[in-house]
């Protein structure tokens, strides 16, 4: 092997573990499920969907963690747990996020039903009244 080929695969082997080090943090994932995560509690999930909300807090807690790890080392990062750990909190705070809606909607239909029939009766007494006079 001649000189300048060996000097062309240890730049390519340098140039590889360089890019295969600088892997990127999942800021947009870890954003996302943050916000997924607040869109849940804004909903009443720690109410309603307490543990769906907690499982989707446990996992993006594990993936700051791997995230933090991963960050430590000089190179070879690998943000594939990362990624899966924030990949299962999104799905989890959307799950807490839509059993909270549904039980907020149920309540209003309840809420909204209870006042229908308290003016329904409302009326039929003021009826009731108008006629014995």
Do not use: H, W
Not at 75 to 81: C, M, Q, V
């Amino acid at each position: 092997m001649t000189f300048s080929a060996t000097i062309k695969i240890i730049a390519s082997l340098a140039a590889a573990v360089f890019f295969i080090g600088c892997a990127k943090v999942p800021e947009q994932k870890l954003a996302g499920a943050q916000s997924a995560i607040e869109l849940a509690k804004s909903a009443g999930a720690d109410q309603y969907a307490s543990p769906q909300l907690t499982s989707a807090q446990s996992a993006f807690d594990n993936a700051t963690a791997a995230i933090l790890a991963e960050n430590k080392k000089p190179f070879l990062r690998n943000y594939d747990d990362a990624v899966n750990q924030l990949d299962i909190a999104t799905e989890f705070a959307q799950q807490a996020y839509d059993i909270a809606k549904k039980e907020q909607d149920r309540i209003r239909a309840e809420q909204e039903k209870a006042r229908m029939e308290s003016a329904k009766k409302k009326g039929s007494k003021s009826r009731q009244s108008s006629k014995k006079q």
